[in-house]
Each structure stands twice: as structure tokens, then as C-alpha cells.
């Protein structure tokens, strides 16, 4: 999805700017472009955009293209194709301003009609330079009071950064609904709309709240809300290492995330378990046991993968908890005017903390007087603000737009979270510690699996070649079904489509053939022997099988007769199966995808954070 950069300072703003958009391309987009200040007085913006990659902006920079005030964009395109002229920065008609937007403006269409009608040419389709002749036509007498004026003009969502002319020694940004976030470095400002953007120069940061306006100069920043009052916006230093957001030895950021898995499960799990009275600690929540008690339904809330960890975590809650507990797609979730239950606990679950389903999912549930707790990733991010309380996932920084170890982690909230609910109720004390000894074993066993990595690169190269492809699953195994098809779609662009193993004879069975490769979840638990008896009916008709399993489960022959491929992954108990059956997917859909020649860190149309609806 777009992103958004800026400087101010003692530097030349280019290289700060081009520097900031390439650690900005995971989010996804389709052109990028910059605007900078001239040093002499009074001159206007000098804009250069191109369709296609941060490089092709790069090449396309005269080599003096001097400037210390700047500002960048890398769009994803919603209004207007990806073209030249629907690349950001717009500007207005005297082409003083400069503006560069995440979001979406809802009334675009009528502004630009109004601005028509009062002769403004427009240059683009794009509902961004509805804002930049906004501001250019303003007759205010400084820029923030200008921005403020259009701002008030605009119904949609927007994190917005300006430049004018006539007022060198400062960026304009404001904030609501996509994210904006201050740098602070020494003798110059940075503004970003991720993190990753800015680690490389400081990581002195201050989030901009919604609704809130800043203004950018050399030597500070200052927020207010839009009606121009000041607000106490401070910055606060984040204890990261910048060395986290590089890919460092590994071909792309989505193998060394999903490498990184066993630490970011250590990471998530330090300090949580409480081996003594067989729980969790969650402070984060804010529920005291009493509360906690008083929990008598739990609702899961995400979109894509994080949606689907919350199908997994619905069936641990109500297996150790017993309380009942079910999973719904954020995206949807406010749509359908949902009822909202005092005595519901609703968790919100999201990597980036930023994806707008959720985000206003959260505030839906708010909004009816209902209690949102997170499982987030990134601190201080919109969700992670918007909830009662939470549990971050310390996974780290996760930059592949296919996201792994930030999944695992998140269900390993989801077990913390069963592990609480269930001790304040029935789930005894021995349970507690089985459950938490399984918990401490899972990062190790993550590695035992990621050590099969190079015996699986041929099934995978043999699994992209083929056109579509089912995943099955019952119970835990069918999130994992979901999310391991999920995986597959996005990076290697196959058609695979999962489906619970129960179904298949209600219609999917007729689409087996030998071309069609089915990718079998298959746990010891309580339904092996039907999960084994479907598997034969998938042999029976040709289809080739790719058996995600136990050691020690008996496929009744199957692998002498039949086109079978098995994968045994460590077993653990029954209820954290999930949690080691995700990691073969995620190195067969990255081998499958590589062998293709994908580009696996930037799947194409897909962004990593979804800030628009
Ligand atoms: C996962 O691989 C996907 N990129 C996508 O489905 C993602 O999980 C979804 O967009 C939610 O993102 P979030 O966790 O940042 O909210």
C-alpha cells in the first residue's frame, strides 16, 4: 500500500528520500516519485514520478537535483492507473505545493467537480490533487492554517505530507486514519508512514495520533489538532536494532523471517508462563481474574493469515477454556451491524497494527461499549492504541509481505490466552503445565522442522508446477489448511484452494485428477483414521498426495501404492499441533515460489499493511 517519507535538515533530502522509499517497496506499489525544495528562495517544488520501481525514479533524477526539504511516495494505485501522471507528488496549478497521500478521499468526486467548475485544470485521475489545488487555492496566511482548510473540506482517510513554496523551512503533515510517524534526528526531521523508513537515522520517534497535524522544521516538530491548538505529542526513543528491518545474509526478508521463527517464539513467550500455577502472565490485558471470569464468549478478529490464526485460536480457546470462541474476518465483521456482547472478549489480530478492517473493527466493537483486547505486532501502532489492552508479539520487525514468524507468534498468543482463560475455570493446574511444558519445547522443535528445509526444495519445485492445488484439513488442521494455501497464492501465484477434509466428497472430490495435487493435513490426534481413509479416496482417483503428518502415523500402505509424498513434523501436544504444521508450508510455498522466479518479497497487486478499505 502507498507509503509515505519526508526530511528536513542539513542534508541533501534526495538520497535521504530515495533511501527511505526502497526500505518502503515491501508495502507494494506500482510508481514512486519525489518532491524537493530548491535552496534558492521562493522557487517551486521540483517533482520527478515514474510508474514502476524506486530504481526507475532513481535513473529518472537529473543529476543536480539539489534540495534539504523533501518529501516521497511510493503509490499503490486506486484512483487512476499506475501512470507517470497519477504518481505522487501533486501539486496545484501554480505548482507551489507539493503533496503526498496515503488513504482515500470518499467526496473526490464532488470536490473535483466544484474545482472544475471554478477552472481548475487537473493534471491526474487521482483524488490526491484534489487536496494539492485544495491548498494551493487557499487564502490563508501559513501553510498549517492552509492544510487545515482543505483538510476541513475532505471526508476519507489520509496521512498526508506537504511542501510550499512560499514556506521553505517546513513539511506539513497530518494524520487520520493511515499512519504517520516523526523522526527526530539531530539538526533534521524525518517523517515516514512505517518505521522501517526511518530506523536507519533515528530511532527517536513520535506517532502521530488520529486527527493530529505536525509541523516539520529543521531544528523540531510541533502537533496540533486541526483546528490549529496545540497538542503534547512527545517523542519517545524505541529500543530497536535497525540492523532488524535488513535482510542481512539471506535471499529475502520472507527466509529470514521464517528462520527467525524459533527466536521470535522464545521472544514472545519470555517471561508469560507461569510454571508454578500452570498459567500465563498477561498483564497487558488489563483483566483482573475476575474479569477474566466474567468472559463468557470470545470472538477472533483479523483479516487474510491473521484471520485464519484466529480460527486456531478459536478452537484452542474453547479447548482449554471451554469457553465458546469462533473466528470472523475482520473485513466483514462491521458490515453486518454485529451484535455486540458485554460478556464477549474480543481480540483483534493483526502483524502491523495498521490494517484499516481491523482497525475499525476494533472501533465498532468500542463504539457499542464492548471490550477489544490485541495480539499485535508493531508497538504503538493503531490497533495496538485502539484496544483495552493487549499482547504484543515481539516477532520483530516483518517486512516479506507474506507473513510468518508474526503468524506464529500470534498464535502463540492465542495459546497464552487459552492458557489464562482456561486456569481461571476448569483447566487443572497439571493441564496448565502440560500445556506450558509443550509451549517451552516449540521454538527447538520449530528448528528441527526448519531443518528438513532442504529435503522438501524438490516436492516444491514439483508442487509449482502444478497449475492448482488443494489443501485439506480437519479441525486444527483446516486453518492450517487455509493459511497454507493462503501462503501459496500469494507468493507463487498457483490457484490452491483449501478445504476441510469433510467436504470433499461434498464437490472437490470431482476436481482430483493426477494434475491436481492434494497437500494433506494430517495430525495424530483424534481423527487420523478418517483424515487417512480420505486420503486413500484422493489416491483412489490419481490425485498426487503431499502428507503433512506425525512420525509414527500409519497411512495404511498408501505410500507404496500410491503418488505420496510425506512430511513428518515433531509432535507436541494435540492442541498446539497447528503451531509446527504452518512451517513446511511456508518453505514449500517460498521454494515453489523462488523455483518460479517470483519475486517472493513483493508478490504482485498484494501490499503488506492494507490501510484503505
Ligand atoms: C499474510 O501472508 C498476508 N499478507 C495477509 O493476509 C495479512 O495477514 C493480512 O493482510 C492482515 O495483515 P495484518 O496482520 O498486518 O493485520
Excluded at 137 to 162: M, N, W
Excluded at 435 to 452: N, R, S
Excluded at 543 to 567: F, N
Amino acid at each position: 500500500m502507498c507509503g509515505i517519507v519526508g526530511s528536513i535538515g542539513t542534508q541533501q533530502a534526495a538520497p535521504l528520500l530515495l533511501e527511505g522509499l526502497a526500505r518502503l517497496e515491501h508495502r507494494g506499489y506500482d510508481s514512486a516519485g519525489v518532491a524537493v525544495l530548491p535552496p534558492t528562495a521562493g522557487s517551486s517544488p521540483r517533482i520527478v514520478k515514474r510508474a514502476g520501481r524506486v530504481r526507475d525514479l532513481a535513473d529518472a533524477l537529473p543529476k543536480r537535483f539539489a534540495g534539504k526539504v523533501g518529501i516521497g511516495h511510493t503509490r499503490w494505485a486506486t484512483h487512476g492507473p499506475a501512470t507517470d501522471a497519477n504518481a505522487h507528488p501533486h501539486t496545484d496549478e501554480t505548482g507551489k505545493v507539493a503533496v503526498v497521500h496515503n488513504g482515500i478521499i470518499d467526496n473526490a468526486a464532488g470536490l473535483r467537480a466544484g474545482l472544475v467548475d471554478a477552472g481548475v485544470e487537473f493534471t491526474s485521475d487521482t483524488d490526491t490533487e484534489v487536496l494539492a489545488h485544495l491548498i494551493g487555492r487557499s487564502g490563508a496566511d501559513t501553510l498549517e492554517a492552509k492544510v487545515a482548510e482543505a483538510l476541513s473540506a475532505v471526508e476519507g482517510t489520509y496521512g498526508i505530507a506537504v511542501l510550499h513554496a512560499d514556506f521553505p523551512d517546513r513539511i506539513v503533515v497530518a494524520r487520520n486514519g493511515s499512519p504517520l510517524i516523526i523522526g527526530v534526528g539531530d539538526k533534521e526531521m524525518h517523517v515516514a508512514s512505517d518505521l522501517a523508513a526511518l530506523v536507519r537515522y533515528t530511532t527517536t520517534v513520535a506517532h502521530l495520533e488520529e486527527g493530529e497535524m505536525a509541523t516539520l522544521t529543521a531544528g523540531g516538530f510541533a502537533t496540533y489538532r486541526q483546528d490549529l491548538t496545540a497538542t503534547a505529542t512527545r517523542s519517545t526513543h524505541l529500543d530497536i536494532d535497525a540492523d532488524a528491518f535488513d535482510a542481512g545474509d539471506c535471499d529475502s526478508y520472507m527466509l529470514k523471517e521464517i528462520l527467525e521463527q524459533p527466536a521470535a517464539c522464545e521472544r514472545m513467550l519470555s517471561g508469560r508462563l507461569d510454571d508454578r500455577f500452570g498459567t500465563a502472565h498477561l498483564g497487558g490485558l488489563g483483566l483482573d481474574a475476575r474479569e477474566i471470569r466474567a468472559v463468557r464468549r470470545v470472538k477472533l478478529l483479523g483479516c487474510g493469515s491473521a484471520h485464519y490464526v484466529g480460527q486456531m485460536g478459536a478452537t484452542l480457546i474453547e479447548e482449554l477454556a471451554r469457553i465458546p470462541a469462533d473466528a470472523e474476518a475482520a473485513s466483514e465483521f462491521r458490515y453486518r451491524n454485529p451484535v455486540i456482547e458485554p460478556d464477549t472478549l474480543y481480540v483483534a489480530i493483526s502483524q502491523s497494527g495498521e490494517t484499516v478492517d481491523t482497525l475499525l473493527a476494533v472501533q465498532e466493537v468500542r463504539r457499542k461499549g464492548g471490550r477489544v483486547v490485541g495480539l499485535v505486532n508493531v508497538v504503538g501502532s493503531a490497533i495496538a492504541r485502539e484496544c483495552d489492552g493487549g499482547i504484543y508479539l515481539h516477532a520483530g520487525p516483518e517486512v516479506a509481505v507474506a507473513s510468518t514468524k508474526a503468524l506464529t507468534t500470534m498464535f502463540l498468543g492465542c495459546a497464552l490466552l487459552a492458557l489464562q482463560l482456561g486456569r481461571v475455570r476448569d483447566l487443572s493446574v497439571a493441564d496448565g503445565r502440560r500445556l506450558i511444558t509443550a509451549l517451552q519445547a516449540l521454538p527447538a522443535q520449530i528448528q528441527q522442522v526448519l531443518d528438513q528445509e532442504k529435503e522438501l526444495i524438490p516436492l516444491a519445485q514439483r508442487l509449482a508446477e502444478a497449475e492448482s492445488l488443494f489443501f485439506v484439513g480437519r479441525v486444527r488442521g483446516y486453518p492450517v489448511a487455509r493459511e497454507g494455501a493462503q501462503k501459496f497464492k500469494e507468493i507463487s501465484y498457483r490457484h490452491a484452494e483449501a478445504y476441510q477434509t469433510s467436504e470433499l466428497k461434498h464437490g472437490p472430490l470431482a476436481l482430483i485428477s493426477p494434475a491436481v495435487p492434494t497437500i494433506a493435513i494430517v495430525p495424530h490426534d483424534e481423527l487420523v483414521d478418517r483424515n487417512v481413509g480420505a486420503l486413500h479416496e484422493i489416491a483412489a482417483r490419481g490425485g498426487p498426495l503431499v502428507v503433512l503428518t506425525h512420525p509414527g502415523v500409519d497411512l495404511g500402505g498408501l505410500e507404496a501404492e500410491a503418488d505420496v509424498a510425506r512430511i513428518d513434523v515433531p509432535r507436541t501436544e494435540r492442541e498446539l499441533d497447528p503451531a509446527l504444521l504452518t512451517i513446511p508450508l511456508q518453505l514449500l510455498a517460498y521454494h515453489a515460489a523462488t523455483h518460479l522466479g517470483l519475486d517472493v518479497d513483493k508478490p504482485r497487486n498484494l501490499a503488506k499493511s492494507v490501510t484503505v478499505e
